[in-house]
């Protein structure tokens, strides 16, 4: 059974520490791996899109990367504004075609 | 841009009562899904369409039903509301049809079934 596994559940971080968040999957024939960010009382936001292993993609302190089993969202010198939940979803290549989410890490940055 | 609007933003419902969660976009997308947020579970595809007058289901689709007579417009009714449908409905829309195209999301409406 395809499953993608987010870790850990909740982080909290002061301003200005850097870290990372975990995404791991068990999927057979990986099309795609998408991270979001979601905020309390928000539908989720799309981040990056990630390919194949060795890909990296970078939007201001996050950066994404991708191995052939897991994903990882780099977060440098996070901001309190950088607070929400992070999602990742996978997209097999046979199969449904849908995307399978996982639960999300929640993100606190304490200023 | 307004993007993906959904209505209505909360709602209490008792058990057996129907009712239909709006959403409609103004991007022109193809294609328009509803998913449901449930407390330790990830997102999960209740319905979706490619296009005008195209639906099909997707993971949990019992309990719910769709239609897409226009490009911007994608209801979802509950036909019996059950405890089992609280949760937090999400309406999403891409471009294309294409799985891998990213999708944009509604503020969500959170659904209360005693």
């Known amino acids: 059974e395809d499953q993608v596994t987010q870790s850990p559940e909740a982080l909290r971080l002061q301003e200005g520490e850097s870290s990372s968040l975990n995404c791991s999957y068990t999927?057979?024939?990986?099309?795609?791996l998408f991270w979001y960010r979601q905020d309390p009382g928000k539908g989720p936001e799309f981040l990056f899109t990630?390919?194949?292993a060795g890909e990296e993609k970078e939007k201001e302190r996050l950066k994404a990367t991708l191995t052939k089993k897991e994903s990882f969202l780099h977060i440098t010198a996070p901001k309190p504004e950088d607070s929400a939940t992070y999602l990742c979803?996978?997209?097999?290549?046979?199969?449904?075609?849908?995307?399978?989410f996982g639960t999300g890490t929640r993100l606190t940055i304490i200023p | 841009n307004a993007g993906v609007t959904q209505t209505p933003k909360f709602q209490v419902l008792k058990t057996g009562q129907s009712m239909t969660l709006q959403c409609a976009q103004d991007?022109?997308?193809?294609?328009m899904s509803w998913y449901r947020q449930d407390p330790g579970m990830g997102l999960r595809l209740i319905h979706y369409?490619?296009?005008?007058?195209?639906?099909d289901q997707g993971e949990v689709p019992n309990g719910y039903n769709v239609s897409r007579s226009t490009t911007e417009d994608f209801p979802l009714r509950l036909l019996s509301a059950a405890p089992s449908q609280t949760s937090v409905y999400f309406c999403?829309?891409?471009?294309?049809?294409?799985?891998?195209?990213?999708?944009?999301f509604g503020s969500g409406t959170q659904l209360s079934v005693l």
């Open positions: 999403a829309s891409s471009y294309s049809y294409r799985a891998d195209e990213k999708l944009f």
């Open positions: 999927v057979s024939g990986l099309r795609g």
């Open positions: 990630l390919y194949s």
């Open positions: 979803a996978v997209l097999m290549y046979f199969g449904n075609e849908k995307l399978t």
């Open positions: 991007m022109n997308h193809e294609y």
């Open positions: 369409s490619v296009g005008a007058g195209i639906t």
